[in-house]
Nanobody
Framework: QVQLVESGGGLVQPGGSLRLSCAAS????????MGWYRQAPGKEREWVAT???????NYADSVKGRFTISRDNAKNTMYLQMNSLKPEDTAVYYC?????????????WGQGTQVTVSS
């Protein structure tokens, strides 16, 4: 059984910062790409950022220059440092990872963590 658990969400004022974490646990053989997605009320889930097992990163244009994705492979944990937050960043943030269990890779999702940017 594999679990992804996000943490670090909360309420922050515009211009503020938050750091999200996503910890993977279970019978993990290997983790390939990991990523963050978000879903605002009334909108579809959208991709935010991706990081490969080797550390290469990609970002949505809407967060480029403000958000930084990183990972600690030894801890099976991924992070999203969010700076200069805007009200439009308000959403439930989900982590996603391609995880190998007994040699078979599947995509897993966390349960989400709420980020609210408001004064």
């Amino acid at each position: 059984q594999v679990q992804l658990v996000e943490s670090g969400g909360g309420l922050v004022q515009p211009g503020g910062s938050l750091r999200l974490s996503c910890a993977a646990s279970g019978s993990i053989f290997s983790i390939n790409a990991m990523g963050w997605y978000r879903q605002a009320p009334g909108k579809e889930r959208e991709w935010v950022a991706t990081i490969t097992s080797g550390g290469s990163t990609n970002y949505a244009d809407s967060v480029k220059g403000r958000f930084t994705i990183s990972r600690d492979n030894a801890k099976n944990t991924m992070y999203l440092q969010m700076n200069s937050l805007k009200p439009e960043d308000t959403a439930v943030y989900y982590c996603n990872a391609f995880i190998g269990v007994a040699g078979i890779f599947n995509a897993y999702w966390g349960q989400g963590t709420q980020v609210t940017v408001s004064s």
